[in-house]
């Protein structure tokens, strides 16, 4: 069975500062997919990126940058110079190859931007 | 672009009594899923759904749960009798088909609240 791990339940940072989600993941599949999704207050959950196991490049979108090492099965995320619109639960999840790609999430970690 | 979407936004019940959740996914995709999170927790998988059938359910998916795509376009997650623990947000998500480069979408939610 697959687990997702986020260790870090809630992280305060002041706008501007650079903050790194973690995220560890376990499986005895080679053959999987990591996501983050993004869920705001309202409720959504927003779909951030995808990763696929035989993919270790690293990953650079915007103040957005993930982390993908197999080596300690970690897909942690980090976002530069943050911003209040960045406040947030941000959830990890782990899809193995096969026909129903179900999600496994992890508990989330709830980042909060200060002005 | 395509979006899924969620009817109702908040749904109110009492104990006991049936609901039926509503979804309407991305029009071509082939895989349709529902989740749940309880207020602070984690998304849970419950079930997905292909080529009219399940293909996987979750032990919280008991047979108080169904679901049916009854005209091509909705899907539907029904709890026959709902108890005070079936309070929770319902994710609707749906994808294009069982290719390595797809990803889930997720719906806005339904809040439900049982009494």
């Known amino acids: 069975a697959q687990k997702v791990t986020q260790a870090q339940t809630e992280i305060s940072v002041v706008e501007k500062e650079d903050v790194t989600l973690d995220c560890v993941y376990e499986?005895?599949?080679?053959?999987?997919?990591l996501f983050w999704y993004k869920q705001p207050p309202s409720g959504e959950l927003v779909f951030l990126i995808r990763?696929?196991?035989?993919?270790?490049q690293n990953e650079i979108s915007g103040r957005y940058s993930w982390n993908f090492q197999k080596s300690t099965s970690s897909f942690n995320f980090t976002i530069t110079a943050s911003q209040v619109v960045d406040s947030a639960v941000y959830f990890c999840?782990?899809?193995?190859?096969?026909?129903?790609?179900?999600?496994?999430f992890g508990k989330g970690t709830l980042l909060t931007v200060n002005p | 672009e395509p979006e899924v979407t969620q009817t109702p936004s908040h749904q109110v019940t009492q104990m006991g009594q049936e609901v039926i959740l509503r979804c309407v996914p991305i029009s071509n995709h082939l895989y349709f899923y529902w989740y749940r999170q309880i207020l602070g927790q984690k998304v849970e998988f419950l079930v997905s759904?292909?080529?009219?059938?399940?293909?996987?359910k979750s032990e919280i998916f008991d047979d108080q749960f169904s679901v049916e795509r009854p005209d091509g376009s909705n899907f539907t997650l029904k709890i026959r009798s709902t108890k005070l623990e079936d309070s929770a947000m319902y994710f609707c998500?749906?994808?294009?088909?069982?290719?390595?480069?797809?990803?889930?979408?997720f719906g806005p939610g339904t809040r439900l609240t049982v009494l």
């Open positions: 759904f292909y080529n009219n059938e399940i293909s996987e």
């Open positions: 499986t005895r599949d080679t053959t999987y997919y």
């Open positions: 998500a749906s994808r294009r088909g069982a290719g390595r480069t797809d990803t889930q979408y």
């Open positions: 990763r696929n196991s035989f993919d270790e």
């Open positions: 999840a782990l899809t193995l190859g096969g026909s129903n790609y179900k999600l496994t």
